[in-house]
């Protein structure tokens, strides 16, 4: 019988715009859960978003560089008539909200370099990442 | 046990680029069926996206807007000399077909601010979005 | 019962950016394991992506270019000073390292002009492409 799983986990992120590694608390749900399936890693925020890369300190720099050239904080969006970030939600509808990394025997699918990431787009704030793990049957 | 259910839904479009939401179409769905699990938001097409983002008039047409500067539609792109919307199909390409939802008791797993996009980069159209949903067993 | 299936396809690369339709691995794949359930197609790599597109060969050329464009590369990224491969890591991680698919009875679900791709952003290199596939009970 396959299950879904789930559990939330709390970042307190310290700058407005901001790379941030959460693959330990990912792996220890993981491996506290056990078993094999599906794994969704989701962001229930609308300016900050998820993704899956090596976690060199000056790549998260660059991957942030490269969101804010791609959503300029200072460009006369519509949204900012309202709320003065729509760089970030811009920047989060285009990388995506979640990544889904699969499980074996308890343990995250990722390759040598790869690490899961939240990108923090409008911070500093305390962020959600959710988890939702689709087990197969024993 | 776990089961594979799905349903499409039609969208039309009105313009060439349109950001449009379709959270509603996607939770009666869910909410028909129940239980839990996993939904894939999908297009199968190629020149239309889709992603999840906070559903104020300004912010679409500011994510049409970036969109177009990321794969501007007047640039001499290789494809447009078969079809005028490569455009279309880079930001798609980049932006993703699919968006993954999770499920609990019928509810989809979204934040406050949460919905669930269709973006149209070659309309206007008729458009399908698929949903494919792997429900646990009960 | 649901179970976890996976298998890890080969590709060569050619170029240092290329995109390669992976497709015809990835439907050998679901047929012969058949059923139906949500296949994620990923690679476990941070230089290269996947996405769903049409495989046009001057489109494919195109989303090459749009990535180098969004992310040059040549560009003073921090990442260089360490590898000299930051634009690969900023695409991949934009586009993402994995897609969905949905299977139903042993066919991927994919629209008349989705192909599977392979992004190709640090090559020339031997590229895995890991299937897992969750299949619903019978």
Do not use: C
């Not at 006369?76 to 990388?95: G, K, L, T, V, Y």
């Not at 305390?126 to 049957?137: E, H, Q």
């Amino acid at each position: 019988m396959a299950e879904l799983l789930s559990e939330t986990v709390e970042v307190r992120t310290s700058r407005r715009v901001e790379v941030i590694d959460i693959t330990r608390p990912v792996e220890e749900f993981a491996s506290r859960v056990g078993g094999s399936g599906i794994l969704v890693v989701k962001v229930p925020h609308t300016t900050a978003a998820v993704t899956v890369n090596e976690a060199e300190p000056g790549l998260m720099e660059d991957i942030a560089e490269a969101l804010l050239k791609l959503a300029p904080i200072d460009y006369p969006w519509r949204h900012n008539r309202i709320d003065n970030n729509a760089h970030a939600h811009i920047a989060a509808s285009i990388m995506g909200d979640s990544r889904v990394v699969p499980v074996v025997n308890g343990r995250l699918v990722l390759g040598t370099w790869q690490r899961i990431l939240l990108v923090e787009l409008d911070g500093p704030r305390r962020r959600r990442v959710s988890l939702y793990y689709m087990k197969a049957g024993d």
